[in-house]
């Protein structure tokens, strides 16, 4: 566990102090910040909803149920359970380019939330995946940089959402498949 541990230090530090660079103390900070993303999820909902079709609305309902799902696991049931402080709680010698918050550090929400979207949208619109990932890496990457995650709490909180992605797709892989039957018989 230490040497796990260690690692985990020392990669914080090489990605929050050593790649420090002036573009990304502008440009990670703004990635981050979830109000930032809250037009762009409004905007996406909402297109999904009015022009997406069928599967469009199941895509929509499904990333609303599955990120409320997994924010809460996350928030409220992993983090509590593993009660890892902040590295911008616990260390000395880091940069710190937002407000730490008071919350826990394993998993970060963030990479559960933007690996649930990522791995929903993709299930849907596969022709986006790389796209949805690149995004979802650099929200979570974001997490370390500013100095409020450590690296394997952004890796287990991506891994995290990949399972429950699956999960939730398993869930709607019957429901997709019986609408887009129905819809194809359609003349």
């Not at 993709?122 to 370390?144: H, P, Q, T």
């Not at 429950?164 to 709607?172: E, P, R, V, W």
């Amino acid at each position: 566990m230490e040497i796990i541990q260690s690692i985990d230090l020392w990669l914080f530090h090489f990605f929050n102090s050593t790649i420090a660079n002036l573009i990304f103390d502008k440009l990670m900070p703004f990635i981050t910040d979830q109000k930032n993303w809250n037009l762009v999820y409004i905007f996406l909902i909402g297109w999904l909803l009015w022009k997406g079709g069928t599967t469009g609305r199941i895509c929509a309902i499904a990333l609303l149920i599955g990120v409320g799902i997994s924010n809460e696991i996350s928030s409220h049931f992993l983090k509590n359970l593993f009660e890892r402080p902040r590295p911008c709680h616990s260390l000395e010698n880091l940069r710190l380019l937002v407000d730490c918050g008071p919350g826990k550090s394993f998993p970060s929400s963030h990479a559960v939330n933007n690996f649930v979207m990522a791995g929903l949208l993709s299930y849907f619109y596969k022709e986006y995946k790389l796209v949805l990932f690149i995004l979802a890496g650099m929200v979570a990457f974001s997490r370390v940089y500013i100095g409020v995650h450590y690296p394997f709490d952004i890796i287990g909180g991506a891994l995290i959402g990949l399972f429950l992605a699956h999960i939730y797709i398993i869930i709607l892989h019957p429901i997709k498949i019986k609408f887009e039957i129905k819809n194809s018989l359609k003349f």
